[in-house]
């Protein structure tokens, strides 16, 4: 059964609210508390979920929602955690080790879900060698020399704008094949090679327009 | 007319793109190559734009694209800069100064934009009073009656997880109407408060399924 890529895209909020759930005891949840807990989307649209949308996105699992009962909170996480690949560990690497890359190589909460920073890059001659977090921060020239030795899932680029294109070739071209990308460009990587956009400036100017329509009816 | 949400969400990622162009001295762009420029999506779905998609979109602004000939960089630009509300300065207050907070406060994205840092609150003591980047540091204790003396639009939350709803309803208290979250939390704000969530984890685990699938035909 093939899932749709948007369906996906929603479990893994779907198994932090079970999570959540799990840590205070419950056992069951009706798809109408499991839409108020997931709040708001956050999204462009930024609606509600609904108690529907969550009915419909867990039935391409088939088994879990009991008629008038409610999900089984272990069993769904437990299930989701397994679909996305989250109960086992990632090996990540973050380029470009600014403020932005000390903030994301300090952060809590990679590790408890399973994703492991283990290289941080550079290209500064001051952070090249210095220890950040546990880490060598290496030169990021010894890129794909060092990814060639050591085995990495992800990469994170945390580098300006002018080189974060060539940074995910890079990448790429060693076999990573889930970027983060921190920098504001609209970044080509091939079909092969997924890729998420962390840009807090595009969220913001999606949030402006209503801003700016409210400002006008006040 | 109505311009629906999903398209008002794309329009800073059209915005983006037509500045780059119009800095390259571009005057006109077709929405085939507007498409290529775009990239990849980077959501859920992660497919490439398409130029269909581009002219569907911008034909909710219906006098720009002209058949065989494309569109006017500066005159789309400016209508969709105005239309998003980016031609004006939009001030900000961010609470929670840890290391993602002072990555927020020294990232250089924001000013050239039009977001303006304006405000800066924490709860430790270590930190109420130093300067960062220009603004003295609150407490956040003081938050409301701050904002009660100076005007703030957006407030990006950058605390822990367990004081963000706290900070959230206190922001909506003062009358904020944007929140960009950073806290991985599914936040509640009423109706008319727009937010967004930064959230790298969320990012990540909505890719490892792909990483997954592909390593069980490896």
Redesign the interface.
Known sequence: MTIP??V??????Y???LASLDDQGRDVVSSQEFAE????R??????PWSAAQVRKDLSYFGRFGKQGRGYNVRKLMDELRS????NRQ?RMAVVGIG??G???L??Q??TP?G?RIVEGFDSSPHLIGQHVDGLTIRNTADLEATLKETRV??G?VAVPAETAQSVIDALVRCGV??I??YA?I????PK?V?????D?????????????A?ATLD
């Open positions: 890529d948007l996906i895209d929603r479990l893994p909020q198994a932090r609210v807990l997931l709040g708001r956050g999204d462009g649209a930024d609606r679909i996305l690949g989250l990632w403020r932005l000390h903030a994301i300090g952060y909460g990679f879900q994703f899932d992800i994170i094949r889930a983060l990308n504001p609209s970044a080509r990587v092969s997924q890729i998420r956009h962390v807090p400036v595009l969220a913001l100017q999606s949030m402006t327009y209503y801003l700016k409210s």
